[in-house]
């Protein structure tokens, strides 16, 4: 059939295509005078209709369908399917690391309890490094580049979990058979900072009163709702995303009560009593929130509502003159004679505190959110509620004075 014939055809045609011949076939699209070019072929004893790729008749010339279509046969001849060839070409190609990363994290977020945490590893530590690198070209030079920085920067914990997901990373890539190579494989904990190693650190009431003058002289660098979160943890020893992911509605002031549930590192179902001195806290923060369903709603435009996982982290890392923003602060907390601590830390310091003020046992043990372990954890089932908002509001009294906020005030 020639183009004159294939033109009429179009126009007559009262099927859903027309043989031109040698396989070759077209969809007619009468409203624009022209069709899709279509190949018909067999393969393991299935007949197929192939749709050629590209434009259509006339845009497609009968000549270079015709060239197109004498390649195809000659696939198939060679045992290969078209259409499940083009099937598989038209997944997502795996070619950067940034594609390798999206395509292993895909699959691991139904596995991983906090899928967040690796991504934020990968988007701030290795991202802006090898994120557009071919797979094949990341080089064991590259590795050792990224986990020195995060060395540099003070936090061997951070290298060590970044060298695991990069070792995971490339594992994948093995499996998927991007690449045969590892260039994290020869690293180990010594190399990104040393193995953990548990961590003793604890601050004083004295310390605790340092901390918070410098974080109050420098508000505009720490911010005032950074500052809030962090008398909250001490006080309350909380971790630090149970704060920072609070909702409203977990919240009775009624009762004065937080119902944490079960969202919480253990999963174990806790309640949280919340002592009166603090409630100036909590009304100056829903202020602050301006109706948003979080305490601590995001800073900028976010999917997750509540501020970055690590916003207090980096807050945290000015006052010390880590490398954490584009602007370098000096050491501020240092210079006041305050050694280096954590956000988890804080954690360890309220524990402390707590000894210092004569408070042991099980009470202090499900303050913290603990199981009581042995026998005394299976057949204990009363929760200390009470002992527990004695707790807070013994503690609340000692550190909100030095936190500069009335107890009996709205606003510090």
């Not at 072929?41 to 259509?56: E, K, Q």
């Not at 802006?128 to 080089?139: A, F, H, Q, S, T």
């Not at 954690?347 to 913290?368: H, Q, W």
Request: proline share 4%; aromatic share 8%.
């Amino acid at each position: 059939m020639n183009v004159k014939e294939i033109k009429a055809n179009i126009k007559t045609c009262a099927t859903l295509r027309f043989n031109v011949g040698d396989g070759l076939y077209i969809k007619p699209n009468k409203s624009r005078n022209g069709g899709a070019w279509e190949l018909r072929y067999t393969i393991n004893g299935n007949r197929r209709f192939m749709t050629l790729s590209g434009v259509g008749f006339p845009e497609k010339s009968l000549a270079e369908a015709k060239a197109e279509a004498a390649i195809i046969k000659q696939q198939i001849k060679n045992g290969i399917d078209p259409l499940a060839e083009r099937a598989r070409q038209s997944e997502a190609e795996i070619i950067t690391m940034n594609n390798l990363f999206n395509d292993w994290h895909k699959e691991e977020s139904k596995r991983l309890k906090n899928p967040e945490r690796p991504l934020g590893h990968y988007i701030k530590r290795v991202q802006p490094y090898i994120g557009k690198l071919r797979v094949e070209d990341v080089k064991a030079t590259d590795i050792r580049r990224i986990i020195q920085k995060i060395n540099d920067d003070g936090i061997p914990s951070i290298s060590n979990q970044t060298l695991y997901l990069l070792k995971k990373l490339f594992k994948h890539a093995n499996k998927l058979d991007i690449t045969q190579r590892n260039p994290a494989a020869a690293f180990n904990s010594s190399d990104a900072g040393g193995p953990g190693k548990s961590r003793d650190r604890a601050l004083s009431f004295e310390e605790i009163e340092i901390t918070l003058k410098v974080l109050r002289d420098n508000i505009a660098i720490f911010t005032h709702d950074n500052y809030l979160l962090i008398i909250l943890l001490i006080i309350f020893g909380n971790r630090k995303t149970e704060l920072t992911k609070a909702k409203w509605n977990e919240f009775d002031f009624s009762k004065n009560i937080w119902d944490l549930g079960i969202r919480n590192k253990k999963e174990s179902d806790i309640k949280i009593p919340i002592p009166e001195e603090v409630m100036p806290i909590f009304r100056e923060i829903k202020e602050r929130s301006c109706g948003s369903e979080y305490l601590f709603p995001a800073r900028k435009k976010s999917k997750n509502g509540h501020i970055s996982d690590d916003t207090l982290n980096h807050a945290l890392g000015k006052m010390f003159g880590s490398n954490v923003s584009k602007k370098k602060y000096p050491n501020l907390l240092g210079s006041q004679g305050v050694k280096h601590f954590t956000l988890h830390d804080l954690r360890r310091t309220c524990r402390s505190l707590l000894a210092e003020l004569g408070y042991e046992g099980n009470k202090v043990t499900r303050y913290l959110n603990h199981k009581i372990k042995g026998v005394a954890g299976i057949y204990n089932r009363y929760d200390y509620l009470e002992e527990r908002r004695e707790i807070a509001s013994t503690l609340a009294q000692r550190i909100l004075p030095l936190a500069k906020i009335n107890s009996n005030s709205e606003e510090g």
